[in-house]
């Protein structure tokens, strides 16, 4: 991959329109669900759960499910971090298990990539955009285009301290993966065949989830304590 294989979007709020334009509006500052993130109207949809590690032991890593299960929580597609972050690895003690945030972990991503290989057509352009980062910063938002496996080279190009992309589609919008910078989750809007392939897949965890899920801190009902 060259710096010619990637290529700023002139116009970038154009490329985003019909994408913003099928988000759900937030309408509480507290409360946000998948279709916010991911447009509505895509018959399935899909939770992709990013890999907790401790960075005291590099390589050992755990899933949300062996995360729960040694939690005592229940795994769900709304599970969130405050029900499994008391675990901690003993011995020792104290060293504590941190998810991505913002991002998919590296072997997500490798995981998401080779899924996406699989059901997008080989010559389709992929747009990627950052959007929220760079407001937060003062600047303004950009959208590149490249090809899927360009992913790792387009993230590289704009900078770590970006992290994202916070939104990646093919060309004839056959899916959207999308990511907030404060999420611990990415999620996926795609067809019924591409969600069992990630659903089914070793490469990520992933379950399927509503387009009316919650995706914010407070979605967790059925772990909640008194």
Same mark, same amino acid.
């Given at each position: 991959?060259?710096?010619?294989?990637?290529?700023?979007?002139?116009?970038?709020?154009?490329?985003?329109?019909? =994408?913003? !334009?099928? &988000?759900?509006?937030? @309408?509480? *500052?507290?409360?946000? +669900?998948?279709?916010?993130?991911?447009?509505?109207?895509?018959?399935?949809?899909?939770?992709?759960?990013?890999?907790?590690?401790?960075?005291?032991?590099?390589?050992?890593?755990?899933?949300?499910?062996?995360?729960?299960?040694?939690?005592?929580?229940?795994?769900?597609?709304?599970?969130?971090?405050?029900?499994?972050?008391?675990?901690?690895?003993?011995?020792?003690?104290?060293?504590?298990?941190?998810?991505?945030?913002?991002?998919?972990?590296?072997?997500?991503?490798?995981? =998401?990539? !080779?899924? &996406?290989?699989?059901? @997008?057509? *080989?010559?389709?352009? +992929?747009?990627?955009?950052?959007?929220?980062?760079?407001?937060?910063?003062?600047?303004?938002?950009?959208?590149?285009?490249?090809?899927?496996?360009?992913?790792?080279?387009?993230?590289?190009?704009?900078?770590?301290?970006?992290?994202?992309?916070?939104?990646?589609?093919?060309?004839?919008?056959?899916?959207?993966?999308?990511?907030?910078?404060?999420?611990?989750?990415?999620?996926?809007?795609?067809?019924?065949?591409?969600?069992?392939?990630?659903?089914?897949?070793?490469?990520?965890?992933?379950?399927?989830?509503?387009?009316?899920?919650?995706?914010?801190?407070?979605?967790?009902?059925?772990?909640?304590?008194?």
């Amino acid at each position: 991959m060259t710096d010619d294989d990637i290529l700023a979007v002139p116009d970038p709020e154009r490329a985003l329109r019909w =994408l913003h !334009e099928r &988000l759900t509006p937030g @309408t509480d *500052a507290g409360r946000h +669900v998948v279709t916010e993130l991911v447009p509505e109207g895509y018959p399935a949809y899909v939770r992709v759960f990013h890999t907790w590690t401790l960075e005291e032991i590099p390589g050992l890593r755990r899933t949300w499910r062996e995360m729960a299960a040694a939690s005592g929580a229940h795994f769900h597609g709304e599970l969130m971090g405050g029900a499994v972050r008391r675990e901690v690895l003993s011995p020792p003690v104290g060293e504590q298990w941190e998810v991505f945030d913002g991002e998919p972990d590296p072997a997500t991503r490798q995981g =998401l990539v !080779e899924i &996406l290989s699989a059901a @997008t057509a *080989a010559d389709q352009r +992929v747009f990627y955009s950052y959007e929220l980062a760079r407001e937060l910063r003062g600047e303004e938002t950009l959208v590149w285009t490249s090809s899927l496996s360009g992913l790792e080279a387009v993230r590289a190009r704009t900078g770590e301290e970006y992290a994202g992309p916070e939104h990646w589609w093919p060309e004839d919008r056959g899916w959207v993966v999308a990511c907030d910078w404060d999420l611990c989750s990415t999620y996926v809007a795609c067809s019924e065949a591409l969600a069992e392939r990630l659903v089914g897949s070793d490469l990520i965890e992933a379950v399927r989830v509503a387009p009316a899920a919650r995706v914010d801190n407070g979605a967790d009902h059925l772990d909640q304590r008194s």
